[in-house]
């Protein structure tokens, strides 16, 4: 059956799947597309139709509350059709690092119920799915700083990857246009998933077992309307449920001068990477943090920003022209991406306002704080004394950073990495699902995506999510 197939089509004559798969992104397709191979029948359900359409689009709107706005409204920072948020995906590639899945500051819920060791297995699966090379060990400038590997992929968009394979599927079904609306729990189990189409008519889906990997805004937001259907039964202690949402911060944060023989490696992006070591997020109490730094688009820049040192930092404007008398010294921006401290205050909510199946919309609630400006204020400071100690370079922060001024609001803010909402926990008080993705006290109900990170790191999420649906793809099949 093709990937156009109406959802009336995909269960014509009462038919019921193996497994039912709610989303078509990276880490849906990923799941379909192992579990078909292996024998299994498998329904995708896809809320939007096979290519961008302004109409479905429009289901996605909901509203922000907090000081900092995402650099897009939630209805366009993710994308509601076949592929997911692939579609507009960038291709940046890391791991997490191993530190990443433990407590790195006492007091912030960073800890997985799983160790990296459990994903690594499934690096070379994921590779292979998104077209990437190996990522090439990290390298200590010192005890403080490293520099980091980023890989690319070409990007790969799950829509285009995976619309010949779907048609050709002997055991994957791929409904369009199929909107989940209400999962119905009974003693313990999901017997069935309410499901609408555009003409608001009512299908209900028969699985074995039940996946949701629609994303972390429409995950927390299908748990927390099914669960407010089912008198909370189908997410017993929903403490947690959507809350702890995270985003990784993404601001220009200062600029670099530096003597050539820094020698700075740059990547396919212009991009050279580094980041504080275990040693040092551990020893000033931080979290992970990626340093980007990027040359300047033009001489001039460089010029004038050595007269700024030069009035506003009379040392390190010294310093600067006693190197470019000698040779020629770089203007570099410097940017970061770092991890959000996880808190209960930024969630997902269920709005006043239905959409068109009349199902509460989401709103989300996020905002920074003191400790996320600490963390990046203390990396940049760490790298600035590397150089300073190798007298390679120096490094000029923004007044915010420092404390001087609030997050800019006119920058680029967020990287559209949503994550969290139905955490990974070791127990139902402390999160939405198990170490195997499944939501604590049910037996057939699992949740793929980033919106089971307990925590975030510094490395886009997309590698991340296809290591745990190769996973969690495994376990099922198992």
């Not at 900092?68 to 997490?96: M, S």
Request: overall charge neutral; some cysteine.
């Amino acid at each position: 059956m093709s990937i156009t197939a109406s959802i009336g089509e995909a269960l014509a004559g009462g038919r019921a799947y193996d497994v039912c798969i709610i989303g078509s992104g990276a880490a849906g397709l990923t799941i379909a597309n192992e579990l078909g191979a292996r024998g299994q029948s498998v329904l995708v359900l896809e809320a939007g139709g096979e290519s961008y359409d302004e109409k479905s689009q429009a289901e996605y709107e909901g509203d922000f509350f907090g000081p900092l706005k995402f650099q897009f409204p939630i209805d366009v920072c993710r994308l509601r059709f076949f592929g997911g948020t692939t579609n507009h995906w960038g291709g940046f590639c890391r791991t997490l690092d191993d530190y990443d899945f433990r407590t790195k500051v006492n007091g912030i819920a960073t800890a997985w119920p799983i160790t990296r060791g459990d994903l690594d297995p499934f690096l070379g699966r994921a590779g292979e799915y998104l077209q990437i090379p190996a990522i090439a060990p990290d390298v200590p400038l010192d005890d403080n700083v490293k520099q980091v590997q980023v890989v690319y992929s070409p990007p790969v968009h799950y829509g285009s990857k995976f619309r010949e394979p779907m048609q050709k599927s002997a055991r994957v079904t791929v409904a369009l246009n199929a909107c989940a609306v209400d999962l119905r729990e009974r003693d313990g189990d999901i017997v069935e998933l309410e499901v609408r189409d555009p003409s608001n008519g009512r299908h209900y889906v028969r699985a074995r077992r039940y996946v949701l990997a629609a994303g972390a805004i429409e995950n927390s937001r299908l748990l927390l309307w099914s669960n407010r259907r089912n008198e909370g039964r189908v997410v017993k202690d929903a403490t947690t449920l959507g809350r702890y949402f995270m985003e990784h911060p993404h601001f220009s944060i200062g600029e670099v001068i530096a003597a050539p023989e820094l020698g700075l490696t740059f990547d396919a992006w212009n991009i050279s990477w580094v980041a504080p070591t275990e040693q040092a997020i551990r020893r000033y109490g931080i979290l992970n943090c990626g340093l980007r730094i990027q040359p300047k688009r033009y001489e001039d820049d460089t010029k004038k920003l050595i007269a700024t040192l030069g009035c506003v930092a009379p040392d390190l404007g010294r310093w600067a022209l006693r190197k470019v008398r000698k040779s020629l010294i770089c203007g570099l921006q410097l940017r970061a991406s770092w991890e959000q401290s996880p808190q209960a205050w930024n969630r997902v909510v269920l709005a006043n306002r239905p959409d068109s199946f009349g199902t509460p919309r989401a709103d989300v609630h996020w905002r920074l704080g003191d400790f996320e400006r600490r963390s990046v204020r203390t990396s940049a400071t760490l790298y600035g004394e590397y150089l300073v100690r190798k007298n390679l370079g120096r490094v000029r922060l923004d007044p915010w950073v420092l404390g001087e001024a609030d997050f800019p609001n006119d920058d680029e803010k967020t990287g559209n990495h949503h994550m969290g909402g139905t955490r990974m926990s070791r127990n139902a008080r402390d999160g939405v699902v198990d170490a195997d993705c499944r939501v604590h006290g049910l037996r057939n109900l699992f949740v793929a995506g980033s919106s089971v990170f307990p925590s975030a790191g510094h490395a886009n999420p997309t590698l991340t999510i296809v290591q745990l649906a190769l996973r969690l793809a495994d376990h099922l099949a198992a």
